[in-house]
């Protein structure tokens, strides 16, 4: 093999790598455009500013204190999503009708888009976020995970946190308990039957 | 035989399980920019009206106002739709339906736009609405879309045998009418989208919870007036979408990018449950009318079929949709006589499109009540109705297409489902106790009397009742079918995949993972699914019709097996052998195992790289071909199809009309499983929202203007309203897409409400031709209107 086509086939395999053909040069391409693009996902937190900013409010959220300027009119899932970036937390009807905001506040489930931020003032205050130790699951969502309780996922931590709040009131919940306490959780992906086989596995595996 | 597999059929947890169960999954809402607008929509309340002008000064004058936009600010495409182009992204001359929007303002914060929006004066004219979809081809109908000669959006005919023969040679013949309703698709997470403006002339980013980024992207780049790789989609995670985040979507789309572009910043729509609702396409309501000769054995001689769906006020998907209601509006059985007519219609309702189902939902209500029917007049179980007249290998379809090449398993799927569910008996036992069931309220004065009331102990009645439906797999004869996959493996076996069909929450990057690490041998962990970005990966069509397992899968195979190729290469050269053929690829190494060698993948990945070969592919698998004749409506229709029956086991309460669901057994061939658990999932997901379909849902509106625009009033079930799904698959043969796997999403879908139909009527003897199957249709066979409540003491 001469010089010439040695260094022709490294320029090759760099541009294999770097640039290569057709698609994968589109997959470089992204990456860098990722890198100039200043707007990339990473760096979007910026949440809504909101000038009605009046009120103080003061409540411990997945065991942190929090001091929040809000505006008064807000209610608990906004605060969550948009001061404290908690995503998590899903606007899903807005009228406390489907479940989807479910958080737990002060060990009981409550929908967080039916409330007033303000009446969360003092109270404990938990979401889906507040339910991973470090990098250790809760063991409802490790059951959630191995029963697949979900498909497109938007419902699920609402799910999760009616689940989680039923547990704190009731250790061994039955069947017929789980049905009922989480029939005001709606899953329009239907993963109803997985959903309750979660639940299931998660009182089993805690006793 | 079917082959041995290493994962393929096996339980793998999804690959996205870990963030949604976290609530790091990032939903289009999710997504935050710097500098980020809002936008908030201008319509007006009323479903028909000519468009005058459009005053802004109050609304800008109020301060809070950013920008306004609207059809003047389109560099492109004013209208748009999949076929026709009869769909204004801002509406500028009419209002076709209530849902439209004419303009947008766009400003800081979203809940002072709202304010400024009701500052916003349109001047409009109100035109006389048109709802009935029966009136919409009559001469003197409102036309809604005067560009149009008349309301009709498209007619499909298909003409087979002699039909007046078929009638003449039948010793019965039974003719009904069936309607369906609107159907809204109630994905729990409304839509989201934000535009991004790229500096220096790069165009722009769009993330959103867009279905098909490549359908948004091609609408977006016509709006905008840019080259398609301008615009750069990238699907969000997507919170359900069932055939509901397309159109919408791809407008909701252009909007924000018109805007983005206006304003030179990020500009975000994101709908309340609402507006969602208000704005979003539903599935086609129906009038179905069959018409049906048949033997006194039970066989069916000829079948008349006329059917109308509603389109609303654009035309959108309801070409493609009622596509499939023609071919198989006879459902699976041989007919040698047939003349079909489907037509869609505009009218002033809400516009409808893509549904999970698309199509088959409604004939296949219609036309497996209609099967029990006979069977009764012929004197024979619903079982054997259909083994007299169901496909088998060999029959010729309605298009006249031999169904071969397959395996063809209806009378297997209804075999089985009837033994799972102790059919014969229960079905005898229930219908033997019809005979003392309490008769109903009187229909025509629903007051109840004395001798209505019902003895508890006679107050509940089994039925049971089964469906079963053949379905075309992906486009069919109805578009380009063809999908690409792209593969790029590490060199330390670590695997980046990624398929040009488009996830929608139902578990696609599972599946197609599961596939990769079947043809390479490996675990399914390796691999990392790439974000949907249609910067990488190449126009595949759309996540419909149920195609991506097959198309989608078939690509990805095709990808993994041109890189085993060039491994198999490297691995000869390595072991210094030369057949290919005794090289296993299993547990993460290649081995050959009488000349006891082996290899870990990775190690062989290193070695194909150290020798200069590519181990990035792109894959591709386009379907064979079809055909179909407009005029005639003759053709094989679609490559392949899958076959399915369910039972339902239902209680009724005949004092209220009540339904419970004890069971549904459904058994689907979907060909190959390949993803166990996102199998189970579909089956779940379909015979829930099919008894939705069956029991509860409908959106009502008045004038065009929608009741139901919050789940408070439109109802979906819960955890509660079904008690048992027992989903059975019977895995037939087929030699396409990835070892034969096939469709599943939707066929677990339209049979549910047929068969919820037939147990209610072998539970109350009452045969019932209107969805949904509520309280007052099964109690009274009517949907009660307020007008029906006329207190005496004001007649
Ligand atoms: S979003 Fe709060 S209950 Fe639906
Ligand atoms: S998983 Fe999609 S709505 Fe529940």
Redesign the pocket.
Known sequence: MSKDSESNKISRRNFLGKAGTGIVGSTILISSIGAADKTGPDLAEAPPIDPKETDILNLWVNGKKQKLKINPSSTL?EVLRNKLNLTGTK???????????TVVMDNKAV????MLALDAAGKKVVTIEGLLEGEELNHLQEAFIEKDGLQCGFCTPGQIMSAYALLLSKPNPNREDIMEAMSGNICRCGAYPNILDSVLLAVQNKN | MKEKFNIVGKPVIRQDAFNKVTGQAKFADDYNYPNQLYAAMIRIPVSHAKIKSIDYTEAIESGLVAATCDSSDIPGAKKVGPIRKDQPVFCDEKVVTSGDVLAMLIGENEYELKQASKKVKVDFEELPILTDIEKAMDEDAQIIHPEFENNLIVHYPLRKGNIDKGFEESDHILEQTYTTPHIEHAYIEPEAVVAVPLEGNRGIKIIGSIQNPHTARKVVAAVLGLPLTKVRIIQAELGGSFGGKDDTMNILSARAAVAALKTKRPVKIHYSREESILESYKRHPYRLKYKVGFSKAGKLKAMKIDLLADGGGYSCMSPFVTWRSVVQATGPYEVENVWTDVRAVYTNNPYTGAFRGFGSPQPIFAQESLMDEIAEIAGISPIEIRKINGFQKGSVTASRQVLRDHEINLLKVVERAAEESNFLSEWNKNKKDQSNAPSFVDELNPIVKPEHFIHPSNNVKRGIGLATSFRGCSLGAEGVDAAAAYISVQTDGSIYLLSGLAENGQGLKTTFSIIAAEVLGISEDRIHYLEQDTGIIADSGPTVASRSTLMGGGAIKDAATIIKNRLNEVALKHFNITDYDVLVYRNNTISNTENNLKIEFSELCQLAFNSAVSLSAVGWYKGPNVGWDEETGQGDAYFTYVYGCQVADVSVDMSTGEVYINKIVAVHDPGTVINIMGALGQVYGGVTQGAGYGLWEAIESEKGMIKELNYDLYIIPTSKDIDKIEPIFIEGEDDHGAWGAKSLGEPTLELTSAALANAIKNATGKRLFNLPLNLEEVLLSKKLRPKDFVRESSK
Not at chain 1, 111 to 114: D, G, I, Q, V
């Open positions: 899932a606007i899903v009807c807005n009228q406390g009708a489907c479940g989807g905001c929908y967080a888009c039916h």
